[in-house]
């Protein structure tokens, strides 16, 4: 009885705790949101500039763009087009916080006045131009930006919405192009640095050296450890910047469709047969049961080829297949042909054109084409002569193949001898149009012919009952692969499991390897609940299931050799092998390279550069090697270097002659190159505003 009352004296606070319950069950996800129950969690998605960017804020302008695009496009966005517009709207942040600060210090602004004139007055942005050209004649039409002006207010908000940002983006694209152009005025070349430049690419010099490669060494014989590692890497932080990644090894377990799938599809298709053969309406038939969008009337340059081959015993009323295109099996209803008003052709050309406009060049390129033309008509072979002769190289890869073709499509001296023709095989004379001399061949002569067919595709997909089973296969693969070792035995037991690594996965990736939208998975990879050789549960991605395990850290505040643990490594053993490769040279005494590299042994080479520049200078063994090519040009002539290490190598170089530049007096054209590359400074400058606003990016953690 004592019992009881306890009960009835708790079942209130029962009662509330079960109600709260049942609320945080229901409206939970908008409560807690993506991250800690009650804001425990970090709702920070970066920070620019010393801004911070409110997870919710973020979710609302990203609402909006999606809004923005939706009812632009009529449909909704793929998970491809929402990562875009999350791009979108981070770098709309990136505009407001940190470039928006540069552009206010240097007091560049967007009047009213020059907005105007960007989207309807004299100087039209070009995203306008893009946006009201009208498609039937490909002009830009300024009325259709004026009339749709005067209806904005009579639009939907969201439409207009979408039009404010649009000019929004338009003022903010023009103070960007103002910045960027004040930067690069700002840039000056002297006049010394223009006759460097002159030198560096007129100096000559021909130079004899003894190349000693790195490779020639056997990389075994260099023992690299982990503390040479670790103090090359002190030595050189400044060059390897630390990063969050993080690697995997993963098995996949394909969707793939079994006998009983196969047999499932064979009896469908078979009803589908029957239902087109006795259909009165075949195109809606056809049209609510294929698995692939079909039309009715086709020309034969429009069908498959197995198709175009089975097409012509079909008869009239007739159902016909399955044929197999890929992984999908089609049936046709044929309804016989009826006359098209254009007409279609297959051809193939030689194009020879002319290298320039005189007379000479014309004679010179008809004469050429005259001999491939009497090649052909003595048997030589089409495709061969197309692909090493013709200058329309889009075509030459293919052997001069230009698929079908509509009547008019082409130019019309080459349209009118290809459409004139009745019979498959050579025209067996020049055509001369604008683009130069053709050699044509007709594979498939004109038809103006369609075909009615009703046209049903069904896609071979495994089944649910064979998807769930590939699944618990997968599924009991991760319950007994809880450790690395567990992991490796499990896929020995399966011989058709095969292992991938996936290393240094950014957390921004939606792809690894070869899996598309595997964005879970990374997601996982990522998680601070997730442990070193941690198992993950069942992945879906791309009609696969995966199982993975987390083999890799790498952190951006704390970077270690493990992170680039193959370029250390690579760096430190060449280190030693040029110790090894220079004491053994520095110890012979010889008069002539060729006698050093005799006594050297095997890896020396001795070879020649002959008139070469300092700034485009190449070795031939060693390559481009600007450490060796500055010590070359550094000797006198007839003058020996000491042994000295070089990029890929050890050397000893020897400069036979030395060929200055002629003295000039005017280096404008060197001035105004160095100009151009200071010019092309665009990615640079936003690399420095960023770097400059310390962006931290936090997204991936919460999409």
């Known amino acids: 009885m004592a019992l009881i009352n306890k009960i009835r004296e708790r079942s209130g606070i029962a009662v509330i705790v079960i109600a709260a319950s049942l609320m945080l069950f229901i409206v939970g996800g908008d409560i807690i949101g ?6 425990g969690g970090n709702q920070t998605v970066g920070e620019i ?20 695009f939706e009812a632009q496009s ?22 407001d916080y940190a470039y928006k600060k540069e552009f206010d210090a240097l007091g560049l602004k967007v009047s009213n006045e020059e907005l105007v004139d960007m989207v309807q007055g004299n100087n ?47 003022a903010q694209d023009r103070l960007r192009q103002k910045y960027e152009n004040l930067i690069r005025l700002g840039s000056y070349v002297t006049r010394a640095e223009a006759e460097k430049e002159y030198q560096a690419q007129t100096t000559k010099a021909s130079l004899r050296y003894l190349f000693v490669p790195f490779y020639s060494v056997v990389d075994t014989t260099i023992k690299v450890t982990d503390s040479q590692l670790e103090d090359y890497l002190a030595k050189h932080k400044d060059e390897y910047k630390g990063f969050d990644s993080r690697t995997i090894q993963y098995v996949s377990f394909p969707m793939v469709p079994t006998k ?3 047999v499932e599809l064979y009896n469908k298709i078979k009803d589908l047969a029957r239902g087109l053969a006795t259909s009165t309406s075949d195109s809606t038939f056809a049209r609510i049961n294929s698995d692939v969008p079909t039309k009715l009337y086709w020309s034969l340059s429009e069908m498959p080829d197995q198709l175009k081959v089975a097409v012509k015993s079909f008869i009239p009323g007739s159902v016909n297949g399955p044929y197999r295109e890929g992984n999908t099996y089609f049936i046709y209803k044929y309804g016989g042909t009826k006359l098209d008003t254009s007409s279609t052709v297959k051809a193939s050309h030689i194009l020879i054109r002319a290298e320039g406009t005189s007379d000479s060049a014309k004679a010179i390129a008809r004469t050429k084409a005259t001999d491939l033309l009497k090649q052909l008509q003595g048997g030589a072979n089409f495709e061969q002569l197309a692909a090493a002769n013709s200058t329309d190289q889009a075509s030459a890869q293919r052997g001069g193949d230009l698929g079908y073709f509509r009547e008019g499509v082409m130019v019309k001296p080459f349209n009118d001898a290809v459409f004139a023709a009745t019979s498959t095989g050579l025209i067996p004379r020049l055509v001369e149009s604008d683009f130069g001399f053709h050699i044509i061949k007709v594979t498939e002569p004109k038809t103006n012919v369609l075909y009615k067919i009703a046209a049903i595709g069904k896609t071979m997909t495994p089944s649910q009952a064979t998807r769930d089973a590939i699944y618990a296969k997968a599924d009991q693969f991760a319950l007994e692969s809880k450790s690395k070792t567990a992991f490796d035995e499990s896929v020995k037991k399966d011989k058709a499991l095969i292992v991938q690594t996936a290393n240094r996965i950014p957390e921004s990736a939606t792809n690894i390897n070869t899996l598309q939208n595997a964005r879970e998975i990374v997601r996982w990879a990522f998680n601070d609940d997730t442990k070193m050789e941690q198992t993950s549960p069942v992945f879906e991605t791309d009609e696969q299931y995966v199982v993975a395990i987390l083999t890799g850290k790498s952190e951006k505040s704390n970077p270690t050799i493990n992170d680039f643990r193959d370029e250390l490594t690579l760096k430190v053993r060449n280190a030693a092998k040029a110790e090894q490769i220079a004491k053994k040279l520095g110890t012979i005494q010889a008069p002539t390279l060729e006698a050093i590299a005799q006594k050297y042994g095997a890896g020396a080479l001795v070879e020649n550069a002959n008139d070469i520049s300092l700034a485009t200078g190449f070795l031939t063994s060693a390559g481009l090697d ?3 090519l500055g010590r070359g040009f550094g000797l006198k002539a007839g003058k020996k270097s000491k042994v000295f290490t070089g990029e890929n190598g050890v050397f000893i170089m020897e400069k036979i002659t030395d060929t200055p530049a002629p003295a000039i007096g ?4 060197y001035k105004a190159n160095l100009q151009a590359k200071n010019m092309q400074a665009s990615y640079l400058l936003n690399e420095a505003i960023r770097e400059n606003a310390k962006v931290v990016d936090n997204r991936a953690k919460f999409f």
Not at 34 to 39: D, H, K, R, T, Y
Not at 49 to 68: H, S
Request: aromatic share 10%; no cysteine; charged share 20%.
């Open 124 to 170: 039209v942005s070009p995203a306008v131009q893009q946006s009201f050209t009208n498609p039937q004649t490909g002009v830009f039409d300024k009325t259709q930006v004026i009339s749709y002006l005067k209806n904005l207010k009579n639009l939907q908000p969201v439409q207009q919405q979408a039009w404010q940002n649009f000019e929004k983006s338009l």
């Open 666 to 669: 005017d280096y404008s054209m």
């Open 260 to 262: 009983s799938d196969s």
């Open 626 to 628: 600007p450490i060796a």
């Open 49 to 68: 500039a010393g801004e911070t960017i409110n997870y919710k804020d973020f979710q609302l302008k990203l609402d909006q763009a999606r809004q923005a």
């Open 34 to 39: 993506s991250q800690a129950l009650f804001g």
């Open 74 to 95: 009529g449909r909704a966005a793929s998970e491809a087009e929402q990562q875009s517009l999350r791009e979108q709207v981070w770098n709309q942040y990136l505009v």
